[in-house]
Each structure stands twice: as structure tokens, then as C-alpha cells.
């Protein structure tokens, strides 16, 4: 067995640990894995130019930059800050906790492509939470912002991660099914989707409660206290 | 038949055109870089497949030229002011907010449609890639709509695009990229170097043991590669199938399902999942790009505590 592709991992957790720009990083990690299994360089190269291309797909998301550019121009991300600042029951942690929900349920439907962070993150539901969180607050102070916004990306993922296994077709399931397949059990997606429930329950209750405090912690901040 | 060659020519042209508004941006101190950041990025789009992979590789390694050593730069920012922007969406209302909601929503209606819909015989979309297409189609529409009820010319629409896309700048390309590093790493037998690592000296002689070192196994794997997908099949082979399953008698359903969202707490920690936890970091304006993940390392750890448990009780069980 050839341990030496081992090596990359550490170029690259070395290369992110010390800040380095990713792509720079990626690419010696790419020729360090290819070199170190004896691959001869231009064959890395090719294999980095093909898989670059046999993966475009991952950037097709970015078409959606001039419609949402335009829509922030016309202030979307304004109005739906407005919309939730008149909602008195509106936090930022219940509007989050409402969208962890929203994500996980329609995830588990299938619908994953319901989220995101460029369609729903960015122009509405942190907009909609920082609202919310000045209406009670006032003015935030950076950290506060920048907490309330991170929270919202994370719902957005936890949501997707821990809901998109309960729906029968998404791909893990798929993968999962194959794989166990090749190895010579043949297994019916339902029941793998059966077993995904009871870690999306705990997944929701764990990021729930921290959620649920979130506003708790903002008080603290806006009163400047250290959390 | 709309397949994905259309999407990819639509993203194309999309990037062509950053690319000419990138130059024309006098305000951004290194506009040739955004420029030819973004045409190279037109060119993979439109003519990647006819490049050939040696070609294809020069191509990326100036992307990450361009991009790795600071050759891209940021224009002014947005023109109007916030008050401006409020005025406005004040005088707009909640018609503001259909075109964002229509994205998702014919992208999810096309999905379960646009590759059953018949035209001459042949399906309307290309029905292996059908969500990404009724993806393009929504995006298309609400833009439609949103420039009609602007009032405003494609340009425009094209040169706000451009001032989200100089914004996020090379993290662009990062999670496209991931995924490629992905297909080296597999070609370069990562993976069973860290299955055979993980056979060899950790202790697997008990059923928890075996239990643990999986679930952690795929949380670990899944951090260093960013992808659940490709630690699933290395640990599940080196592990869940000869120990759990096998020497042990668990049950593989509930040890693929498990296993797999174990792996799924790994990629909640990590920057090499980027399109889920860096992107969203750089679209929120966040200065710190980790900022993401150290909200969700909380979640994560118990999480994964929770799912050794979890699968230890279970998958001996039925």
C-alpha cells in the first residue's frame, strides 16, 4: 500500500491552517497527491483540467447573481428587513429557528433546491433576522450583525444536511444504496430513509436550542457584556 | 431537448459579459485581472469540452494564478445608498419579493415537470439533469420579471450581477474546484491510503469500537476531503462492512443511514466544504471566512456524539 497521497492531506490542512489563499493551496495539494502516487505531472495536470470540467455543473448556482444583484438594487433585502421589523413576536432567533424548520421539513420532501445561500440566505432570512434584531436592539453592533448573519447560513446547511436524507431519491441515499449493493446487500431506499429520522430529530433539537438562545447571547452583547 | 451544454452556454455568456463590464469598471484599481478572471471562466463554460484536459488544466491553473496572488481587485460598491434602497422597496412593496421566491419555486415545479413534458417526441429537458435546468429556468423567469417590473435593460441586471460576482471575487471558483481536487485525490488513491491507516492501528476488536472509529471515521475523512460522497465508500468498505456488518452482525441500512450523517457532521466543520460554509461566508459579508463553521462546531460535536450512540443502539439491535 502506498501511504506517500497521505501527504496531501497534510499540505493541506497545513495550507488552511496558516491562512494561505485556497486556490494556491488546492493546486500544490493536487500535485502533491498526483506525484506522490507516481503520476507524472502533465497527467496531473490533465486530470485537474478534466475534472475541472467534469464539474462546471458546481457553478452553474452563480447564474442567479444578476437577478438577485438587480432585486438588492431595487432593495429586496430592505423590504424584507421592514417586513419582519413590524412582526412584535419577530426575533432573531425565532425567524432563524423558523427557517431551520422550513428547510429541514421541504428538504425532507425533496425540495432542497428551496434553500440556499445565495437564493434565500443573503436577500431574505438574514436580512429579515438582522431586522428583527434591531427592532429590539437598535443599533447593532458589528459582532452582533455578523453572529446573527453566520447563524443564518447555518440553518440554511443544518436544515438541508439533516432533512435531505429522510426523501427517498436524493443522491446519498442513492450512493448509500449502491454502494451496499456492490457489496451484496440489497437494501430498499425506504429503510435507509427510516434510520435517517431519528438523527434529523436530534439534528433539528440540538441547533433548535442554540437557536433558541441566540437571542438570549445578543442581549448579553447588546448590553456589553462577554458572553 | 434544453440539456445542461445550454445552461453551461448560458453561464458562458453570462461570465463573457462580467468579464467586458469588469474592464470598463475604472473605479477597481485591477480591472484586467477581474476581466481576464472572469473570461477564462466564460471560455471553460463555452468551450470546455472542446479544450481537451491538458488545455483545460493550463486554463485552471491561471484561474488560480489570477486568483491566488491578488490579481483581482473591487470596483466601488453600490451606487445607491441604503435610504435610497429603502425609499424605493417602500414604493415597490411586497411585489419586491415574487421574482426571489419564483426562483425556487419553478426550480422545484420543473424538477418534477420540465423532464416528463414531451415536445417531437423527445422530453422538453434532459431528464438526468433536470434540476439543474428547471434551476436555469427559474432564474431566467424571475429575471425576466424583475426587469419588467423595473423597467430596467438587461444591462443593468448584468452589471449588479457583476458587482456581486467582483465581490465574491475568486471564492467563486473554490467550490468547483474542491470538487476537482476530489476526482485527483480519488486518482491518486487518497482514500484507501486512510482506510488502511484507520484498519490498521485502531484498536476494532469490540462492536462499539468498530461502531466509533466509523462514525468518527466518516466525520474525520469527510473534513479532510469536504465531501461526505467521498468518505462513504472508503470507510463503509475498510469498516462498516467487514467489522459491523460482517464480524459483528449489525445492520447495514441502519449503518449506511448513520454513517452517512455522521460523515454530514464533518462537513458542517470544514473549509473544504466551501460552497456551504465559505461562499456563504463571503455572500453575508462576513469578515472572518470561518465564521460559518464556529457557529456550527457546537452542533456538529454533539451531533456526532449523538450519532455513535445512536447507531451503537440501534444497529446491533434489528
Known amino acids: 500500500m502506498n501511504l506517500w497521497p497521505l501527504l496531501a492531506i497534510a ?40 475534472a475541472f470540467n467534469a464539474t462546471r455543473y458546481v457553478s452553474l ?19 424584507a428587513r421592514t417586513l419582519i421589523g413590524r412582526l412584535r413576536a419577530a426575533t432573531a432567533g425565532r425567524i432563524i429557528l423558523g427557517y431551520l424548520a422550513l428547510r429541514q421539513l421541504t428538504a425532507a420532501l425533496g425540495l432542497t433546491s428551496l434553500g440556499g445561500p445565495a437564493q434565500m440566505v443573503r436577500p431574505i432570512v438574514a436580512p429579515m433576522a438582522e431586522g428583527a434584531a434591531e427592532s429590539r436592539f437598535g443599533r447593532l453592533s458589528e459582532r452582533m450583525r455578523y453572529l446573527v448573519r453566520a447563524y443564518a447560513a447555518s440553518a440554511d446547511n443544518v436544515g438541508a444536511f439533516f432533512g435531505e436524507d429522510i426523501f427517498i431519491a436524493i443522491s446519498s441515499i442513492l450512493l448509500i444504496k449502491g454502494f451496499l449493493a456492490q457489496s451484496g446487500y440489497d437494501i430498499a431506499p425506504f429503510r435507509l430513509s427510516m434510520w435517517a429520522i431519528p438523527t434529523a430529530l436530534l439534528a433539528f433539537l440540538i441547533h433548535g436550542v442554540r437557536l433558541w438562545r441566540l437571542d438570549a447571547k445578543l442581549k448579553r452583547l447588546a448590553r456589553g457584556e462577554h458572553p | ?97 415574487v421574482p426571489a421566491l ?12 420540465l423532464g416528463h413534458i414531451q415536445v417531437g417526441g423527445a422530453p422538453l429537458a434532459d431528464p438526468n439533469n433536470v434540476t439543474l435546468i428547471a434551476l436555469a429556468v427559474g432564474i431566467v423567469a424571475a429575471l425576466l420579471v424583475a426587469l419588467w417590473q423595473a423597467k430596467a435593460p438587461p444591462a443593468a441586471a448584468l452589471e449588479e450581477g457583476r458587482r456581486l460576482a467582483d465581490m465574491i471575487g475568486w471564492a467563486l471558483i473554490l467550490p468547483q474546484l474542491l470538487a476537482a481536487l476530489g476526482a485527483v485525490f480519488a486518482l491518486a488513491g487518497v482514500g484507501g491510503a486512510v482506510g488502511h491507516l484507520a484498519t490498521t492501528w485502531l484498536p476494532l476488536g469490540h462492536p462499539f469500537a468498530a461502531v466509533l472509529v466509523y462514525c468518527v471515521g466518516m466525520a474525520l475523512f469527510t473534513t479532510v476531503m469536504g465531501n461526505a460522497f467521498a468518505a462513504f465508500p472508503v470507510m463503509t468498505a475498510a469498516v462498516g462492512v467487514p467489522l459491523i456488518v460482517q464480524r459483528f452482525g449489525g445492520d447495514p441500512a441502519i449503518m449506511g443511514a448513520i454513517g452517512m450523517l455522521s460523515g454530514f457532521c464533518g462537513t458542517l466543520v470544514t473549509p473544504m466544504a466551501a460552497n456551504f460554509n465559505i461562499v456563504p461566508a463571503v455572500l453575508l459579508e462576513l469578515p472572518d471566512r470561518n465564521a460559518v463553521i464556529k457557529v456550527q462546531v457546537p452542533t456538529a460535536l454533539v451531533l456526532l456524539a449523538c450519532n455513535v450512540v445512536l447507531m451503537y443502539g440501534l444497529v446491533y439491535r434489528f
Open chain 1, 11 to 50: 499540505v493541506l490542512v497545513v495550507g488552511f491552517a496558516a491562512g494561505l489563499n485556497p486556490l494556491l493551496v488546492i493546486l500544490v495539494t493536487a500535485f502533491t497527491a498526483g506525484l506522490a502516487a507516481g503520476i507524472a505531472p502533465l497527467r496531473v495536470l490533465a486530470a485537474l483540467g478534466h
Open chain 1, 61 to 79: 448556482i452563480w447564474l442567479i447573481l444578476p437577478v438577485i444583484g438587480l432585486l438588492e438594487h431595487e432593495g429586496l433585502r430592505e423590504r
Open chain 2, 1 to 97: 431537448m434544453i440539456g445542461l451544454h445550454d445552461v453551461y452556454v448560458l453561464a458562458g455568456a453570462m461570465f463573457g459579459a462580467f468579464a467586458l463590464l469588469s474592464v470598463r469598471d475604472r473605479s477597481n484599481p485591477r480591472r484586467f485581472g477581474n476581466g481576464a478572471f472572469w473570461a477564462l471562466l466564460a471560455v471553460s463554460f463555452l468551450f470546455g469540452s472542446q479544450l481537451g484536459d491538458t488545455a483545460n488544466g493550463v486554463l485552471v491553473v491561471a484561474l488560480i494564478a489570477l486568483g491566488g496572488t491578488g490579481a483581482l481587485g473591487r470596483g466601488t460598491a453600490e451606487r445607491r445608498s441604503a435610504e435610497e434602497r429603502a425609499q424605493r422597496a417602500a414604493r415597490r412593496g411586497n411585489a419586491l419579493l
Open chain 2, 102 to 113: 419564483l426562483i425556487p419555486l419553478i426550480a422545484v415545479v420543473g424538477t418534477f415537470t
